[in-house]
């Protein structure tokens, strides 16, 4: 079982386009909430979401990370 969350957001923004990427790719960055260049999201840092920036780290950027 995982760990309960504890409630730390992280801020994301999408600094390339996903154009001649693969659907998955494409796909993780909607999940994530990005859907055009220098959008910035604010979402919960949880497991899943970090595995999510780790397959689309080449088009995203750690922004901020607050506890």
Excluded: F, Y
């Amino acid at each position: 079982m995982s760990k309960p969350h504890t409630g730390a957001m992280i801020t994301i923004e999408q600094i390339a386009s996903p154009n001649r990427r693969p659907d998955r790719q494409r796909g993780t960055l909607i999940g994530l909430g990005l859907n055009k260049m220098h959008r910035r999201k604010t979402i919960k840092d949880t497991p899943e979401v970090r595995g999510m920036l780790n397959k689309v780290g080449h088009l995203v950027r750690i922004v901020d990370e607050k506890p």
